[in-house]
């Protein structure tokens, strides 16, 4: 993949491969360590390695004077609330000796022009709501907060239980969608 140059000329970022998804975990496993959810950080390389290769998710990453700084991990959404298509962005992360030299801004930056230039209209993420700086450092790009909705899942296994109860639904065709092999869950 090409550097893409910014106005920091210590500062590129590059476009994430399939074959960066280990590195894209990493990342991840940051984050998590960080926001004190590392154990709710469970991607694989062969996970994120298929999501990225299918191109329902994609990586930008960040390099420093040589180093790879930072990360974003995003995928495009629509929302029947507005009618919008934007990009979510799943995982942020700038390595913490690196933070103040306004590498985020920079990626939120890129990533807003990548938005537009895929036509979309909005650009959204989550945040924690005690992580202050992030909070105040999101306000200064004049995003504002959603928080009149949390959000909730289903895991794999309340996902397929869930499925079952669907009239017709046979275990044998969840197994062969979900994919049983530990790769996939």
């Given at each position: ?105 920079i990626m939120m930056q890129f990533l807003s022009k990548h938005a537009l230039d895929r036509g979309c209209e ?56 979900l994919r049983t092999d530990h790769a996939y869950r």
């Open positions: 993949m090409p550097n893409i140059h910014t106005q920091d000329p210590k500062f590129f970022l590059q476009m994430a491969t399939p074959e960066d998804a280990a590195l894209v975990v990493s990342f991840m496993k940051k984050l998590g360590a960080f926001q004190k959810m590392s154990d709710k950080i469970t991607a694989t390389p062969e996970r994120i390695e298929r999501l990225l290769a299918a191109k329902q998710g994609e990586a930008v990453f960040g390099v420093y004077d040589g180093t790879t700084v930072g990360f974003a991990y995003f995928h495009q959404k629509s929302s029947a609330f507005t009618g919008r298509l934007g990009l979510y962005i799943d995982g942020f992360f700038i390595d913490e000796s690196m933070r103040g030299k306004r590498l985020g801004n909005m650009l959204e993420w989550g945040c924690l709501d005690w992580n202050t700086p992030a909070i105040e450092f999101y306000q200064k790009l004049g995003a504002y907060c959603v928080d009149t909705m949390r959000i909730y899942r289903l895991s794999p296994e309340n996902l397929a239980a869930t499925a079952l109860l669907f009239k017709g639904t046979k275990q044998a065709e969840l197994d062969a969608s």
